[in-house]
Protein backbone atom coordinates (compact mmCIF):
# COMPACT_ATOMS: atom_id res chain seq x y z
CA UNK A 1 0.00 0.00 0.00
CA UNK A 2 1.27 3.22 -0.92
CA UNK A 3 1.66 5.80 1.88
CA UNK A 4 1.12 8.94 -0.64
CA UNK A 5 -2.51 10.50 0.78
CA UNK A 6 -5.25 10.22 -1.97
CA UNK A 7 -5.69 13.86 -2.08
CA UNK A 8 -1.33 14.31 -3.37
CA UNK A 9 -1.46 11.52 -5.92
CA UNK A 10 -2.01 13.33 -8.69
CA UNK A 11 1.35 15.20 -8.06
CA UNK A 12 2.81 12.30 -8.74
CA UNK A 13 0.29 11.14 -11.96
CA UNK A 14 0.74 14.48 -13.34
CA UNK A 15 3.52 15.05 -15.66
CA UNK A 16 5.59 17.07 -13.29
CA UNK A 17 9.38 17.43 -12.46
CA UNK A 18 10.73 16.19 -9.20
CA UNK A 19 13.99 17.30 -7.59
CA UNK A 20 15.21 14.39 -6.44
CA UNK A 21 18.12 14.40 -3.89
CA UNK A 22 20.86 12.05 -2.77
CA UNK A 23 23.79 12.02 -0.17
CA UNK A 24 27.04 12.58 -2.23
CA UNK A 25 30.41 10.53 -0.69
CA UNK A 26 31.27 13.05 1.22
CA UNK A 27 28.16 13.92 2.94
CA UNK A 28 27.04 16.72 0.79
CA UNK A 29 23.52 16.84 -0.58
CA UNK A 30 23.14 16.61 -4.46
CA UNK A 31 19.61 17.37 -6.29
CA UNK A 32 18.62 17.44 -9.45
CA UNK A 33 15.58 17.94 -11.77
CA UNK A 34 14.07 14.91 -12.87
CA UNK A 35 11.40 13.28 -15.06
CA UNK A 36 9.89 9.82 -13.29
CA UNK A 37 7.27 7.30 -13.48
CA UNK A 38 4.45 6.23 -10.67
CA UNK A 39 3.32 2.75 -10.51
CA UNK A 40 0.86 3.56 -7.45
CA UNK A 41 3.66 1.80 -5.48
CA UNK A 42 7.40 2.56 -6.67
CA UNK A 43 9.17 5.72 -8.15
CA UNK A 44 11.30 4.91 -11.41
CA UNK A 45 13.69 7.39 -12.89
CA UNK A 46 15.73 7.26 -15.87
CA UNK A 47 19.48 6.92 -15.57
CA UNK A 48 22.66 5.60 -16.59
CA UNK A 49 25.76 4.49 -14.83
CA UNK A 50 28.40 7.22 -15.32
CA UNK A 51 26.57 9.65 -13.52
CA UNK A 52 27.24 11.17 -10.31
CA UNK A 53 23.88 10.28 -9.07
CA UNK A 54 24.27 6.96 -9.61
CA UNK A 55 27.81 6.60 -7.62
CA UNK A 56 25.84 8.74 -5.25
CA UNK A 57 22.85 5.62 -4.45
CA UNK A 58 25.49 2.87 -4.95
CA UNK A 59 26.71 4.32 -1.33
CA UNK A 60 23.72 5.55 0.05
CA UNK A 61 20.52 4.23 -1.23
CA UNK A 62 18.26 6.61 0.37
CA UNK A 63 16.60 9.64 -1.76
CA UNK A 64 14.25 12.81 -1.03
CA UNK A 65 11.91 13.86 -3.67
CA UNK A 66 9.56 16.89 -4.03
CA UNK A 67 6.91 17.88 -6.19
CA UNK A 68 5.46 21.82 -6.30
CA UNK A 69 2.03 21.97 -7.65
CA UNK A 70 2.53 24.51 -10.60
CA UNK A 71 -1.09 25.74 -9.59
CA UNK A 72 -0.43 26.66 -6.01
CA UNK A 73 3.20 26.52 -4.90
CA UNK A 74 2.02 26.25 -1.36
CA UNK A 75 0.68 22.46 -2.10
CA UNK A 76 3.86 20.67 -2.11
CA UNK A 77 5.12 16.43 -1.81
CA UNK A 78 8.07 15.36 -0.21
CA UNK A 79 8.57 11.55 -0.60
CA UNK A 80 11.46 9.88 0.96
CA UNK A 81 12.64 6.72 0.23
CA UNK A 82 15.06 3.61 -0.52
CA UNK A 83 16.89 2.57 -4.02
CA UNK A 84 15.09 -1.03 -4.18
CA UNK A 85 16.67 -2.22 -7.33
CA UNK A 86 18.40 -1.24 -10.62
CA UNK A 87 16.61 -2.12 -13.93
CA UNK A 88 17.97 -2.59 -17.24
CA UNK A 89 16.63 -0.59 -19.92
CA UNK A 90 17.19 -2.20 -23.38
CA UNK A 91 17.15 0.73 -26.23
CA UNK A 92 16.04 2.99 -23.79
CA UNK A 93 12.66 2.58 -24.15
CA UNK A 94 11.54 3.58 -20.18
CA UNK A 95 13.36 6.89 -21.30
CA UNK A 96 11.59 7.18 -24.65
CA UNK A 97 8.22 6.35 -22.64
CA UNK A 98 9.34 9.25 -20.37
CA UNK A 99 9.95 11.59 -22.70
CA UNK A 100 6.65 11.03 -24.23
CA UNK A 101 4.98 11.76 -20.51
CA UNK A 102 6.32 14.88 -20.58
CA UNK A 103 5.60 16.23 -24.33
CA UNK A 104 9.08 15.25 -25.99
CA UNK A 105 7.62 12.24 -27.99
CA UNK A 106 10.81 10.71 -29.78
CA UNK A 107 11.47 8.78 -33.04
CA UNK A 108 14.17 6.89 -32.23
CA UNK A 109 16.16 6.12 -29.06
CA UNK A 110 18.17 8.50 -27.20
CA UNK A 111 22.13 8.09 -28.08
CA UNK A 112 23.05 7.23 -24.82
CA UNK A 113 20.56 4.20 -24.89
CA UNK A 114 22.67 1.00 -24.49
CA UNK A 115 23.65 2.51 -21.37
CA UNK A 116 20.27 3.55 -20.06
CA UNK A 117 18.53 2.10 -16.39
CA UNK A 118 15.85 2.66 -14.30
CA UNK A 119 16.25 3.33 -10.96
CA UNK A 120 13.16 2.12 -8.96
CA UNK A 121 12.74 3.55 -5.70
CA UNK A 122 9.80 2.36 -2.89
CA UNK A 123 8.62 5.08 -0.61
CA UNK A 124 9.22 5.17 2.66
CA UNK A 125 7.89 8.41 4.21
CA UNK A 126 5.82 11.00 2.55
CA UNK A 127 5.66 14.33 3.88
CA UNK A 128 2.73 16.61 2.38
CA UNK A 129 1.64 20.83 2.93
Known sequence: MSPVPDA???LLERPLFGHLGTTRP???PQVNVMWFGWDGE???FTHIPQRQKYRN???NPNI???IADPDDGYRYLEVRGELERVEDDPGGQFY???SERYGHPMSKPPEDADDR???VVRPTKV???
Do not use: K
Request: charged share 20%.
Open 57 to 59: LEA
Open 26 to 28: DGS
Open 127 to 129: VVH
Open 117 to 119: IVL
Open 8 to 10: YVD
Open 42 to 44: LLR
Open 96 to 98: MEL
Open 64 to 66: SMS
